[in-house]
């Protein structure tokens, strides 16, 4: 029980730092080039504004609206952590499947036998044979075949 906890514990200390890093990934390598290909968007400060805050806007940043306290739709932040889910999905996605893989060649059967014993001096002999070579016993007694 203790070795399966700790497991548990370490796996989520990884998750949460993985988590990090595809955080800092999306929104400060992938996104700036999206947007800056989209017309220079800053996917961060993407908003739409309900209720107006003291000072009435319009505001230049997700800041200033959040400063102002105003009520807003932060689309922008959505957007980006959806792209993270995308990427922390299919990392474990790839994680799983790789264990998968690595159980089920654990799991193979073994090869057919090619050899049996000799039931009269337990020798290991050729699966055909019908005489054994060691102590020369007829091992089909009844007929050839």
Excluded: H, W
């Excluded at 995308?86 to 090869?111: D, G, H, L």
């Amino acid at each position: 029980m203790k070795g399966n906890v700790i497991d548990m514990a370490v796996g989520i200390i990884i998750g949460v730092a993985f988590g990090t890093v595809v955080k800092s990934l999306v929104a400060d390598i992938i996104m700036p080039p999206i947007g800056l290909a989209l017309g220079d968007v800053d996917f961060a400060n993407l908003f739409a504004v309900l209720k107006q805050g003291t000072p009435p806007g319009p505001y230049a940043s997700l800041a200033d609206v959040q400063a102002a306290g105003a009520v807003s739709i932060n689309y922008g932040v959505f957007i980006n952590n959806v792209v993270s889910f995308v990427i922390v999905a299919f990392a474990v996605f790839m994680v799983v499947k790789s264990v998968n893989k690595m159980k089920r060649e654990a799991e193979a059967p073994a090869p057919a036998p090619t050899t049996k014993e000799c039931p009269y001096c337990l020798s290991s002999i050729p699966l055909k044979a019908t005489k054994c070579a060691f102590c020369g016993s007829d091992l089909n007694p009844g007929g050839r075949s």
